[in-house]
């Protein structure tokens, strides 16, 4: 690795060249981490200047839970269950999918604005735009599950497990969001605009969040349609949660079944993007 | 100072059948401005890109401050900065949390950081902006952040990639005198541009970019003198009468008069000068045009002498 002097007395000697201001005192794997977070820091705080963004996404989930709860919820049978309860593991897992567009978007806003361009050129770690956007969304994916949490406890859902069923489902449920983010890295860095990127994404989640589990028991659909709803992850990361959350019945198998999901989804897609952001602009 | 802060040499970039650099070479003197000049889609993008670490050449080779673009990425990474075509600024942070987001992502320490933002905002003329989300500024203030952002480490190289392009002419002033004030540091800068008048104001060496290839480099007053100070259109009322204007100017200049349309341009040393000899032998040959224009000459003018050619408009 290079190394240049760190020259902190400024030279006013005029003839002379500008010494580079850079340096290069630390490993390489705490500059990734001192890059990451600095990326992440960054996104997290264009998070907050778009209060509004914010809030306008919130409401979408907020609708949904009040449709499904008061409108479809009474048509629909969920043997042992409330439905309050079975539906609001499902819209956890419906939000924070969906909130990975803003994952997407956000990388192909700062390809098309030749943020990117910029940081390939900075001596700052080549995963750093990667984990920052991902590691961001994760965040927010915290602050969010936490927001629905409290308007599903305003319209009847309890979590019957106790303070460490919701830790533990919350865990899973951020770590597939996290896997996900990855994906969507990808179909961000493809996509020429933010807007383009979310149209990309649209036809990806809609099959994978409503031919699932997360809103009707899988046992009522038809039996090609079970077929794929019950081999998909976003199922098994609603039994998971819904197991973890609700008890009464095994954790075990949905939990891993879940892990495998998210383990496997993030090993697969993870190298892509990373791939894809190298061959970037 | 002799001795090249980036060289280039035979430098080679495809983009599948598209080819954009084809072969070219130049050299930037350390402490000096040099100009890449071309029109859209001449390969100006893709070597800065080359020399910024962020494509790899297909063949040839190219240095930073004597170190390799592709072996030697992370030093030359710690060398530049860099100001792309388009703006690169955070439009939901403020100045200075740009600026300070480039201190830490080029490592620099942290003591350094906050003084060093202050006193580019300060230079640049930021600081009472400095604390508004960027979305808030106008284009020329974008630039001036953009062109801070690329200076935040104090590199000795510095890249601008066309830094003028979209700006009022208010704008474009600023960005010149922020170049003259570089140079005086000591920076390398190398800029790229569409227009003759930049490079000729800010450049002491420039090489002129088509297709690819650099179809003529040296200082622009050596540029100029090649295809005369100034330029004379005569429109005339058709292209045969354009083309029997063209017959008859032949000789009078020491250029030869090119023919485009209904106008015959001539590059002349001293427009002025020669104007009454040129109308006498049109009157001469009884023709008669129908407007007569002197002005500088532009990047289609070198362009026209250099290559027979305009410069074609292709894909950005
Ligand atoms: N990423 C790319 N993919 C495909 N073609 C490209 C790419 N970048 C540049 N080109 C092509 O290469 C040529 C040179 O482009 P560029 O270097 O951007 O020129 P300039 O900056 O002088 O306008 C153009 O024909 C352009 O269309
Ligand atoms: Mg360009």
Redesign the pocket.
């Known amino acids: 690795m290079a190394t240049v002097t760190v020259d902190g007395t400024d030279s006013t000697d005029s003839t002379a060249p500008p010494t580079s201001l850079v340096g290069h005192e630390r490993s390489a794997l705490s500059w990734a981490l001192a890059d990451g977070l600095a990326v992440t820091w960054r996104n997290l705080i264009a998070i907050t200047r778009i209060p509004d963004a914010m809030f306008f996404s919130s409401i979408q989930p907020i609708m949904f839970i009040l449709l499904f709860r008061y409108v479809f919820g009474g048509a629909i049978q969920t043997p042992g269950i409330r439905y309050v309860d079975y539906l609001m593991p499902g819209i956890f897992v419906q939000t924070i999918a969906f909130g990975a567009i803003g994952t997407a978007v956000g990388l192909a806003d700062d390809m098309s604005k030749g943020l990117i361009e910029r940081f390939r050129s900075l001596p700052m770690a080549r995963s750093a735009v990667l984990v920052g956007r991902t590691t961001a969304d994760l965040v927010r994916n915290v602050w969010v599950i936490i927001l629905m949490t409290g308007v599903g406890y305003l319209v009847g859902f309890r979590v019957h497990n106790g303070f460490f069923g919701y830790l533990a489902g919350v865990g899973i449920l951020l770590l597939f969001s996290y896997a996900v983010a990855w994906g969507f890295a990808t179909i961000g860095l493809m996509a020429s605009s933010g807007e383009t990127a979310q149209l990309m994404v649209f036809p990806v989640l809609m099959p994978l969040t409503f031919a699932s589990g997360a809103f009707v028991p899988v046992a009522t659909m038809p039996g090609w349609l079970q077929a794929f709803a019950r081999n998909q992850p976003v199922t098994a990361v609603v039994d998971a949660t819904r197991a973890l959350m609700n008890g009464g019945v095994p954790t075990g198998e949905p939990v891993f079944r879940a892990l495998a999901w998210s383990i496997g989804l993030l090993c697969v897609l993870a190298p892509i993007a990373v791939a894809r952001y190298r061959k970037a602009? | 100072m002799t001795e090249a802060a980036i060289s280039v040499e035979g430098l080679r970039?495809k983009?599948?059948s598209?080819?954009?650099?084809d072969g070219i070479d130049f050299d930037v003197p350390a402490g000096s401005v040099f100009g890449l000049l071309?029109?859209?889609?001449?390969?100006?993008?893709?070597?800065?890109?080359i020399l910024t670490t962020i494509l790899t050449p297909d063949g040839g080779r190219a240095k930073v401050l004597g170190r390799d673009v592709v072996k030697d990425q992370s030093f030359v990474r710690a060398s530049i900065g860099l100001a792309g075509?388009f703006a690169a600024v955070d439009e939901n942070l403020t100045g200075s949390e740009n600026l300070r987001l480039i201190g830490k992502l080029t490592h620099m320490p942290r003591h350094l950081i906050k003084a060093r933002v202050d006193e580019l905002l300060e230079r640049f003329d930021l600081t009472e902006a400095a604390t508004r989300p960027s979305k808030t500024y106008s284009g020329g203030m974008k630039r001036r952040l953009d062109v801070a952002a690329a200076l935040v480490h104090r590199p000795p190289v510095l890249f601008l990639?066309?830094p003028t392009t979209g700006l009022d002419p208010a704008g474009r002033a600023d960005v010149w005198e922020m170049v003259e004030e570089l140079v005086t540091d000591g920076t390398t800068v190398l800029l790229?541009t569409q227009y003759l008048e930049e490079a000729d104001r800010l450049a002491e060496q420039l090489a002129v970019?088509d297709h690819?290839k650099v179809i003529a480099s040296g200082s622009p007053a050596k540029l100029k003198a090649t295809i005369g100070s100034t330029v004379i259109d005569f429109g005339l009322s058709s292209q045969a009468a354009a083309k029997r204007a063209a017959k008859v100017l032949i000789g009078l200049t020491t250029s030869e008069p090119i023919v485009d349309g209904k106008t015959v341009e001539i590059n002349a040393k001293d427009g002025a000068k020669v104007l009454p000899d040129l109308l006498r032998a049109l009157d001469k040959a009884r023709i008669k045009p129908t407007t007569i224009n002197l002005r500088e000459p532009s990047l289609d003018d070198v362009f026209l002498a250099l290559t027979g050619h305009k410069a074609e408009e292709?894909?950005?």
């Open positions: 602009v | 970039k983009f599948g598209v080819v954009a650099l071309g029109p859209n889609g001449a390969g100006k993008t893709t070597a800065v890109r075509q990639d066309e790229t970019v690819g292709e894909a950005a």
